[in-house]
């Protein structure tokens, strides 16, 4: 109970630092012109259904989190922390801190993408149950690619590390992409194994870009089910994953 | 009890050694003044001791736990003490508090009585953007004093701060070892140093270079040589060659740092160039001698700064008598 005391202080802490210096206002203008652009009402007669809201505002919101989460962990990265991880927190104390502040930025643009939406252009067949349906693996989505966005920062990984997740995610984000068959013959030695790799390391990105499908069809079965566990598996792994490299390395702050 | 427990600490920068091999021991209830040049490695060295970094080799106790464990009873200050600036001083040391979880009441009254022993009483509610530099290390201390620790480690308090700040500074230091602390200090203030430490090192190229109770430095080294005659230059190249530290004026030559070997190859220098010795005069050494002789890389590393002896006086001044 102590612990967790200790890690809501800090992300209140960061939150209100991240509010009061101003950073903020680029969230906020970037959701004007979202907003602007993609849901008001262009006439009378253009009807907005969920799906597209959802479509739109997933690609708006986790773009923006990645944006979020980078500043964060250029704040967590400057010489004030050291005071901090002077603290009894701890350093996964104050890395769990950033990223709930990542997470708290990115639900709150998506509530008020949402709000807007419903204030301005409300979708066709629009109630909470829908609105939630999408909601619940859109926030898990965030809190995937702000550990993702955490785990890449310099204040986590040692350069070299970070190349190889990059790769490793670059890798599997390809997919069922054709790039490679166009310069790669898939039935050679060489194709078959780089396919092989490309399965296995895909497999751990299976649930983040399943819970984006999710979030815009919002079909819910037994195999929503195992999307939504596998956001939380996946967002629990890469949380391990972070605190455990962080927990290892030396701190320089600057 | 040891309050810092250092033996055989190496730590490297991409391949730089930084730490080679230091031992270091600090009792509980003393107050360490260490002193090197820019570079030594104090501040790698204060880093490891709050577990920021990890060692390389050797063993780090700090008051008998891992570094990182003893957050709880360490404060600390660090060398560029930056700030999260947007909230006043109150508001920052209550949420420093929290994160160590203090709170209520009992928080709410250390943080007042620490802004008074800080004197910042009246600047508390302010921003902390408006503080100038000797304010804001002020609070520094406050917030390395906020959990009532039994070690401080602090970094350079007097850095940048302008000759009353460095003052002002000084007589905190003084108050918190009147207070009982356990204190490390990192300083490149030799009278910081002084005036408040019970003991001091200088850490040279990652190595304790000497060490010595600060009690011993007044009178320690140093001796004065008073020639017959005024010698030429060429004297000068000589007394360079056993020593850089080495100064003449006219018929006088000093060593600010005396070592019974040193001595002794200048006065065999001085006979065999055919001089006369006139007087030879013990000095009062300072730190700032000291250091200087040990940074130069003049000094074998020693366990505690050599008392004046000089065996060879009586041997000069009985052949003076013979002759």
Redesign the interface.
Known sequence: MTRYRQIWAWTRFTLSEYLRSGRVLIELGALIVFAYIFLRKPNSAAILDATQFFSMTAVFVLAQSIYTSSVLMSMGSRAQGYVVLARPLGRKGYLMGLFLVAVIIGAINFVLCSLIVTLINQPIRWNFSIWGAGALPLILEIGIVAALVMLLSGLVLTSGWRLLVLGVVALASLGSADIFSKVIALDSTFGKLLSAVRTLVGIPLTPLLAGFELTTQRLYSTQSLAIILGQITLLVALLAFSMAAFDRRDIILN | MSAIYIEGLRKSYDAVPVLRGLNLNVEAGQVYGLLGPNGAGKSTLL?LL?G???PDAGRIEVLGLAP?AA??Q???L?E?????T??SGREYLR??G????E?GPGLRDRITALLTLVGLEEAADRRMKTYSKGMLQRI?IA?ALLADPDLLLIDEPSSGLDPAGQVEMQELLVELRSRGHTIFLCSHQMDEITNVCDRVGILVRGELAAETSVANLPGTEGIMITLVEIPAEDLDYGLRALDPLITREGRRITIPVNTPALQARLLQLLLDEGFTVATLQPTLGTLRDLYLHVVTGNAAPVEATPQVTMPLLDTLLAEEENQ
């Open positions: 880093h709050m920021f970094l990890r990182s957050h709880r360490v404060g600390y660090p560029r003490l930056r700030y999260h947007h909230c949420y420093i929290r994160f160590g979880d709170h520094g917030q």
